[in-house]
């Protein structure tokens, strides 16, 4: 057999990724560290593409829409100014949003902290005479103080845990204090990137096209820039449903607090349309932040809020989610729910953030497919809608004498 040097290469290259393969499966711990580095080393770079892709729907609503009368008019200063300004004011638009949920979450917030400070003594007492009432119906004799606590002891306690463990303790000190300044260089790094990244976008595209084709074939990077063009169509749209469901849901949250009278309606529709956004966690997280909030005000309309965020959830998975995110990416509800199913099973909270849209990218892909085949074998609409009725025996019957020929024949063309 003869080889030449495009099928030797190829060989090589196939031998060469099973070695290097094999080596990554028995050195899987070392490999996972590696990534991790790596990923840690790249997290300013990925904080800023994320932050560049959210940042850049409100940018392209202000460029296209708030600013198209200056667009259509033109001019050599304003399309110098157009990408300053529409980044600013959308960085504006975001940090105004940001602004005005912390006014109104954090006093409230702080009020009811202050208010649980002020009640736990109140309530502690209430408890212990609760406990002492049911141990002396218990054993007949009278109730002592269930809660007896030597605040002088305690701070001894802590005191000496704290001299036993003082190396220990400025180790982990320090540690989380270099873990927190690497968290905030890692934001700052990645906003700084991400406005780079909006202000020379079409610089950057050109620059990332210009590599694929001169590097691959002309008709292989035109497909794969079409389907990434509609990865980013997809993913920018589900990222508005994602916000417009979070509204939805805390709208809904705020009206129904308010139809049952229970106490700090706004702040916690807040927190409840904040935590919409994350993924299986954010109804938890909201849910007990609001039921701790007013615990403090009324235990039993704590339980009524909880009951009632249970049905609202429930409204919101199997009805409002599949419409609104369903819709906004082109997906039918039903593969929504099929695409959180799966995200969800197999990557956890991360799974279910992104299946969505990378089930959107892959409908639409299986759509062109299939509608190309269907072309090609000349089915039409008619053919897809037809009713067809159920097979009978007769049917089958009549579909074996055509198929089987008879004995007489048989026997001529013995």
């Not at 009368?69 to 975001?94: E, T, Y």
């Not at 030597?150 to 540690?175: C, R, Y």
């Not at 997280?285 to 235990?299: C, E, K, N, R």
């Not at 956890?348 to 953030?353: D, E, K, N």
Request: aromatic share 10%; hydrophobic share 50%; with cysteine.
């Amino acid at each position: 057999m003869n080889l030449d040097k495009k099928t030797t290469f190829k060989i090589m290259l196939i031998i060469f990724s099973s070695i290097l393969f094999t080596v990554a499966i028995a050195n899987l711990g070392v490999v996972a560290a590696g990534i991790g580095k790596f990923l840690g080393v790249l997290s300013p770079f990925i904080i800023g593409l994320c932050l560049a892709f959210i940042l850049n729907i409100p940018l392209k609503l202000i460029e296209e829409k708030c600013f198209a009368p200056l667009n259509r008019k033109g001019g050599r200063v304003w399309k110098k100014l157009k990408r300053p300004v529409s980044l600013l004011l959308a960085i504006l638009c975001v940090l105004i949003i940001i602004a005005l949920l912390l006014v109104i979450i954090i006093p409230q917030f702080k009020k009811t902290i202050e208010g649980f400070a002020v009640s736990l003594p109140s309530y502690m007492d209430a408890l212990n005479e609760k406990l002492s009432d049911i141990m002396s119906k218990i054993t007949g004799k009278e109730g002592e103080s269930l809660f007896k606590i030597d605040w002088e002891t305690v701070s001894n306690m802590l005191i000496e845990f704290v001299h036993k463990n003082e190396s220990d303790t400025v180790g982990i000190t320090l540690e989380i204090i270099s873990g927190a300044v690497g968290a905030v260089f890692d934001i700052v790094l990645g906003i700084v990137f991400s406005i780079y990244i909006l202000a020379s976008k079409e610089r950057l595209g050109r620059q990332f096209r210009s590599v694929l084709y001169s590097v691959f074939k002309k008709k292989k990077v035109d497909r794969f820039m079409s389907v990434m063009s509609m990865a980013n169509t997809s993913f920018s749209r589900f990222v508005v449903g994602q916000f417009t469901e979070a509204v939805i849901i805390g709208v809904l949250c705020c009206i129904g607090m308010f139809i049952f009278r229970m106490p700090y309606a706004p702040v916690i529709s807040c927190i409840i349309a904040i935590t919409a956004l994350i993924p299986v966690f954010g109804a938890f997280i909201g849910t007990a932040i609001g039921a701790f909030m007013i615990l403090l005000v009324s235990p039993i309309k704590a339980l009524w809020f909880v009951v009632y965020i249970i049905v609202l959830q429930q409204l919101e998975t199997n009805i409002i989610y599949p419409k609104v995110v369903g819709k906004s990416v082109g997906l039918p509800g039903i593969w929504v729910l099929f695409a959180v199913m799966i995200g969800g099973g197999f990557f956890g909270a991360f799974g279910m953030l992104v299946a969505v849209p990378i089930f959107s990218v892959l409908y639409t892909l299986l759509d062109i497919w299939v509608r190309k085949r269907l072309i090609a074998r000349n089915i039409d609409s008619n053919t897809l809608h037809r009713r067809h009725r159920p097979i009978s025996h007769k049917d089958d019957a009549e579909e074996t004498e055509e198929t089987e020929p008879t004995s007489d024949t048989n026997e001529e063309n013995n």
